[in-house]
């Protein structure tokens, strides 16, 4: 026999490659068909009430995968237990009942994102609250995500800037930072927060006010307050209001965190406000109490802290190679008679970079903005901060602290020196100064020069009525001699010995009533 008679004939080249590539269509159709039988398997719901449902069935659910019952309700699967699955609902139960079926979807809970979220208001699932039509949104991304790794953070160094003197000058806050606004209700928190999305209209900053179990007029003011300062078409607006079910508030703040994270990862700068974590925190104890997980300390789960230090650590500066975006969260959280050691006040304060704490006590004074500057703190602190405020106010922290204490001490009637009397007037100027009406946002020069004025005794022989009236003239005086100053001082350059002289000779002719001229060194 011959050597070729002893072999099959080779197959075609074409015919081969037709076989493998109809073999793959084969393994594909039956991948889709199995996973499809797998999704049609049906579920019963056996209890269903105040927010949450359990149901049977569906033995291969995964845990926090979203389930449609059969009114379209949606559900997160959120206690996999041996008899039985403890559901999240995303919507009212009004329609549900026992008996009712539900339906595996395959995929977990995601929201839209992209450019065509701005100037938008929606919730936490996407759906628009804004009667401006439906999203065009081509892209979802799901609400939990994985915090980026420590080797692709950068280290926090610009500033993001508020426009109020007493945060920007004395609690710096940089892009990447986690700042807690803590205080009393009616405080002023809200306000501080929404300044600062405010200032950021002119920027490359975008801001999202993400509002957590808010009262809907609450919120629509927030809405009014950004459209009227030509701020909401670069904000997002998420909102759940204290009438959604707890599963809806427990998810909006991660739902806000992805959309702040697909801007990040564009290379975009942007900061969330999370108003307030306090009902966030009280959602997730319903919830759970609810699917009988064991309570702890005042009842709240023992993963309360994990909840909350998974979705802050979301907020980073992204390495340059990575694109070099941030996201910069503003969470709030609400005490109760100033009680900042309280649980979850405590938990926040140790995940966060630091705090700016809003006293009741300078609030019925009427010094508002009321920001308590020895109780607050920043822990990245001058690192981000232009460099033109660490030469003026340097000391100002310090010398105001030691103001507040030697006020107090003064109220006994005791006879006070000569220096220890100067200081308290100086005190008192300082915290004339740093009153600020909302929405009145400063510049950063505008904030410098009068702090330099301030720190040099400027307006020392000035009446405590007529500080904010001169300062505000002052700032006027500056708008266009110091144009020069303005430039390096916002382009990041340190301010010089002969732009601090200039700054300050300017402010003397101003405060002293000679006009204001153009600033020595401002060619």
Not at 182 to 207: C, E, F, Y
Not at 430 to 439: D, H, N, S, T
Request: glycine content about 10%.
């Amino acid at each position: 026999m011959s050597e070729t008679g002893s072999r099959s004939a080779p197959m075609p080249p074409r015919l081969g490659s037709t076989l493998d590539e109809l073999g793959a269509l084969v393994d594909e159709a039956l991948q889709e068909w199995t996973g499809a039988l797998r999704l049609r398997e049906a579920g019963t719901v056996v209890q269903v009430g105040e927010g949450v449902a359990r149901i049977r069935g569906l033995a291969r659910t995964r845990s926090e995968e979203l389930l449609r019952f059969a009114d379209g309700t949606l559900g997160i699967a959120f206690n996999l237990d041996e008899d039985e699955i403890g559901v999240v609902l995303l919507g009212q139960d009004d329609s549900l009942s026992a008996g009712s079926s539900v339906r595996r979807t395959g995929r977990v809970v995601d929201v839209p994102v992209g450019d065509e979220l701005l100037g938008r208001v929606i919730d936490a699932t996407g759906r628009p609250l804004d009667e401006k039509g439906p999203l065009r949104a081509q892209t979802r991304l799901p609400v939990e995500r994985r915090a980026p790794a420590i080797m692709d953070r950068a280290p926090v160094a610009q500033p993001l800037q508020t426009g109020i003197k007493a945060v920007d000058a004395l609690i710096p806050v940089g892009r990447g930072q986690r700042e807690l606004i803590v205080g009393d209700r009616q405080t002023g928190k809200t306000a501080v927060a929404v300044d600062t999305l405010i200032n950021q209209r002119d920027s490359d900053v975008i801001g999202i006010y993400c509002a957590i179990g808010q009262r809907g007029a609450a919120v629509a003011q927030v809405i009014q307050d950004l459209r009227s300062h030509r701020a909401l078409g670069s904000c997002v607006v998420l909102y759940s209001s204290g009438d959604d079910p707890p599963g809806l508030q427990f998810v909006t703040p991660y739902a806000a965190f992805s959309i702040a994270e697909f801007f990040m990862e564009k290379g975009r700068d942007v900061v969330v406000v999370l108003d307030d974590l306090t009902r966030h925190a009280r959602a997730y104890r319903e919830l759970s109490l609810l699917l009988r997980r064991p309570p702890g300390r005042e009842a709240y789960p023992g993963d309360i802290f994990y909840i909350h230090s998974r979705l802050l650590e979301r907020a980073t500066h992204l390495r340059e190679d990575l694109g070099g975006g941030s996201i910069t969260a503003l969470p709030i959280v609400e005490t109760e008679e100033q009680n900042i050691s309280a649980y979850i006040p405590t938990n926040l304060i140790s995940i966060t970079d630091g705090q700016i704490y809003l006293s009741p006590e300078l609030f019925r004074k009427g010094h508002l903005p009321a920001i308590d500057v020895g109780k607050s703190v920043s822990r990245v602190g001058g690192k981000a901060q232009l460099p033109a405020y660490r030469a003026v106010a340097g000391d100002l922290r310090l010398s105001y602290s030691q103001f507040e204490e030697l006020e107090t001490f003064s109220r006994f009637g005791t006879r006070l020196d000569e220096e220890t009397r100067r200081r308290i007037e100086r005190g008192r100027r300082v915290r004339e100064i740093l009153k600020q009406p909302q929405y009145a946002l400063l510049k950063p020069t505008d904030q410098i020069v009068v702090l330099l004025a301030l720190s040099e005794g400027l307006f020392d022989d000035v009446a405590l009525d007529d500080i904010s009236s001169r300062a505000a003239a002052l700032r006027e005086a500056a708008e266009d001699p110091l144009e020069a100053i303005r430039d390096r001082i916002e382009s990041g350059e340190a301010l010089s010995d002969e732009d601090r002289q200039a700054l300050v000779e300017f402010a003397r002719r101003v405060l002293q009533g000679e006009g204001s001229g153009a600033a020595d060194g401002d060619a």
